[in-house]
């Protein structure tokens, strides 16, 4: 399969109130065009539990295939991404953050500090990515060549998964 449609939810207190300073959507873009993907939604919100909950909600219902979220991963009290993703989802996927985790230690010991989350709702794969666009690429870089055999699964292809 392919023409995969991606959500992008960036979560920041700042950049809500100009979304024009957002500077990972066009990371996200350049990466998902390896995959034969494009960005659908895009939204920038303040790190507010209940309006994540619920746009991560509205998202799942929506025709994508992927949503993404940026920011709100963090030790700061407003870095509520996480909890909200919990909140909504149906199952999670534990070894998406755990590799990205792998991965970015080896950058900075600094990453053992997120708190990303991932899993699915509605058959649709969230995954939380930290909010600094440096992150992003090294942590969306790291998984993208995955995500159409996970988005294949979720769609129903049941052919081994053995490379």
Do not use: W
């Not at 960036?10 to 960005?39: F, G, Q, Y």
């Not at 989802?89 to 998406?96: K, N």
């Not at 509605?122 to 993208?144: F, M, Q």
């Amino acid at each position: 399969m392919s023409g995969y449609r991606f959500a992008l939810l960036v979560m920041s207190d700042s950049r809500s109130k100009n979304p024009s300073e957002d500077k990972v959507k066009p990371v996200v873009e350049e990466i998902i065009k390896s995959i034969d993907a494009r960005l659908v939604l895009y939204d920038v919100i303040p790190d507010e539990k209940e309006l994540i909950k619920q746009r991560l909600i509205d998202y799942s219902n929506d025709d994508v295939d992927v949503i993404l979220t940026s920011g709100g991963t963090g030790l700061h009290p407003r870095d509520v991404t996480p909890d909200a993703t919990k909140d909504v989802l149906d199952y999670e996927i534990p070894s998406i953050p755990q590799a990205i985790l792998f991965y970015s230690l080896s950058k900075t010991k600094r990453a053992m500090l997120s708190r990303m989350v991932a899993g699915v709702r509605n058959g649709k794969l969230i995954i939380n990515l930290p909010g600094s666009p440096k992150a992003v690429d090294e942590c969306l870089g790291y998984i993208v060549e995955v995500l159409p055999h996970a988005i294949d699964k979720l769609k129903g292809d049941n052919s081994p998964c053995g490379e």
